[in-house]
């Protein structure tokens, strides 16, 4: 939304610097499992826009925010695990278990290994909490299709009979975290992004405000299908500012 | 239902003796997913038992006769291999995947791979049918419980949203691949067995007549508990012949 190939959205930087001046306090909330906050946060960095870590909200920090203080079992990627600060990251005896997605590294088969696995189904069997922080099938890379973590989070629904709490976007959990950071009520907070389902509809059942941006993932036939309807949509997120300017 | 810890039931080898002189045509059915007929033959006829392994039968013998001919990616253990004569095993370009069940040993690991599972899903989802042998959630072990293959079947129906045919009991496919191999009517053919669900409610849905044997599996507050009623019930297979004789 910010930024497209390496390139920002024409007029995306000056349009952060603007919606700071006149003073709304921004959450750049995203469901990435495979980066903690720190590595995303480095290239719209270096692509001009001002944005501080702690203004960066990823699945890992959500996931710190919910289960702090707690045991729990974390089959996730490593790049997030700077973010999972205050949980205690242990193999056994777990209050909680929770699965991450899968990136393309050799990771992925190392810590989604039958091993791992079953050692997720004995705590949840021993009465561990289930979490999750998508439940994605699969995604797409230049080598094809490949296996997200969905297949695991629902495989170990299936043997344990216990349903894992979704943490990413559109949880209730996501968007209450972004909320509670900004300290914002959601029916005066605005939720501005590309995914009508994931970020319009979720933020929407969250009571918040929405604006649809026509950049990145957004497809007209995709909006016309559609029962969604955000409150207002704009070309991408340089018109934003004007845009809550005249509909504030 | 033959056997229990190494000992063969008493009247158990005389019983199927008598079986074979009254002129039955008998088949030996087991959801073993580890072993070939050849292996799981051993030890009853250590016992005393005159089995050949064509009258056992498998359900990677099922998988056989089902599959015939078909190009199939198998993550299946390696013991019930032999059995899976006939199918062209392969590694991509599947006409069918096929999941078998998992064993204690690390073979289960290394074939329930994160790689194995993004093949199969990418075979799946390039048309591949989808079998299982079972789709148990965990067995238990001197260890404790171990995850079974149910987990990845679950998980790659989820990803892949194609339903898994199961080939062993209760099946369908399974009490018909052993009428066809006695060449028997269901209506004229008894399924003998200690499990109520899988063994007698699984054969009455395929229009067979049932036995359930007072041994192994059996548990008396599973049948008060239960709408399966078997047609007979005997304290074990060695009052089997003289059941017969009476209400045949």
């Known amino acids: 939304m910010l930024h497209v190939s390496g390139e920002p959205i024409p007029g995306a930087v000056d349009a952060v610097r603007r919606l700071r001046g006149a003073g709304h306090r921004i959450r750049f909330v995203t469901n990435s499992t495979t980066m903690s906050r720190a590595q995303l946060g480095e290239r719209p960095r270096a692509l001009g826009f001002a944005i501080e870590d ?3 909200q990823t699945t890992g920090s959500v996931a710190s925010r919910v289960l702090k203080g707690k045991r729990v079992l974390a089959l996730t990627m490593p790049g997030i695990l700077d973010d999972l600060d205050g949980l205690q990251l242990i193999g056994m005896n777990a209050e909680a278990v929770l699965i991450g997605g899968a990136d393309e590294t050799e990771e992925t088969g190392r810590i989604f290994s039958y091993l791992n696995l079953n050692r997720a189904f004995l705590e949840l069997q021993a009465g561990a909490d289930f979490y999750c922080l998508h439940r994605n099938r699969w995604w797409q890379t230049a080598e094809g299709p490949r296996l997200d973590a969905g297949a695991f989070v629902s495989g170990l629904e ?3 009979g216990i349903e894992a709490t979704v943490l990413g976007k559109p949880s209730p959990e996501y968007f209450g975290a972004a909320l509670e950071a900004i300290d914002a009520d959601p029916e005066l907070a605005w939720m501005v992004g590309d995914d009508l389902e994931g970020d319009v509809g979720g933020a929407q059942k969250h009571g918040m405000r929405t604006v649809l941006v026509r950049t990145g993932k957004f497809r007209p036939d995709e909006l016309e299908g559609s029962t969604v309807m955000p409150d207002g949509i704009v ?3 340089a018109q934003l ?5 005249q509909n504030l």
Chains 1, 2 share one sequence.
């Open 54 to 56: 702690d203004e960066l």
């Open 158 to 160: 299936y043997v344990s």
């Open 235 to 237: 070309s991408s997120i």
């Open 241 to 245: 500012p004007d845009w809550l300017e």
